[in-house]
């Protein structure tokens, strides 16, 4: 399975065009999306407009930018999935997330984000392989040293060290675009807003 993961596209529809070409050329199975798509919600049109005309599988979480509601709203508009506190699976691979952030307008308290990813992993815990999708880093992890303003997410954390998810999904921390580190077991990666391509 071939996967492109990214996030802060913050309403640029040249970004998100770039992206769903990168999708095409590579030939993806799914796309994913870690939130902040949109600027403090002022810019919803045509972010997964570039992606639906190419009938491209997307997931995707909301980000502290935009509400629940939006992302539900933009997912249906499109016929794509809002994985917030959701499940899915693909062949043998169970993907489950949690969006919004521990800061910010929209924000969710620790406890929540962990009972929001729980929710999801449930269904899936019976799979072989299993990615996790949030917008916020968890705490504890290089992600951290690149901003004073963001913390990392205990409840995320949490999340981790109890599923163990062979691979976790971020954005956020723009300064830190692209890092991986493994995380006991898992494999964490801030995909950040020019994308990732991941190989299962």
Do not use: W
């Amino acid at each position: 399975m071939k996967i492109l993961a990214a996030g802060d596209i913050h309403g640029d529809t040249g970004l998100a065009e770039k992206l769903a070409k990168k999708a095409e050329d590579e030939q993806v199975d799914l796309v994913i999306l870690c939130g902040d798509l949109t600027f403090f919600e002022q810019s919803t049109d045509n972010i997964l407009g570039h992606f639906a005309k190419r009938e491209q599988k997307v997931l995707l979480v909301p980000g502290n930018h935009e509400t629940f509601a939006t992302a539900d709203f933009m997912a249906e508009l499109y016929g794509m999935k809002n994985i917030h506190g959701y499940s899915v699976k693909y062949n043998d691979i169970g993907l489950f997330g949690c969006g919004g952030a521990n800061i910010g307008m929209f924000q969710l308290d620790e406890d929540e984000i962990f009972e929001t990813l729980n929710k999801g992993f449930e269904k899936i815990r019976y799979l072989n392989k299993k990615i996790m999708v949030t917008h916020v880093h968890p705490t504890g992890t290089k992600m951290e040293k690149f901003t004073n303003i963001f913390p990392g997410s205990k409840g995320i954390r949490k999340a981790i060290d109890n599923f163990q998810p062979d691979i976790m999904l971020c954005s956020h921390v723009h300064e830190a675009e692209g890092i991986e580190e493994m995380v006991g077991n898992t494999k964490v990666i801030n995909v950040g807003k020019f994308g990732k391509i991941i190989e299962l």
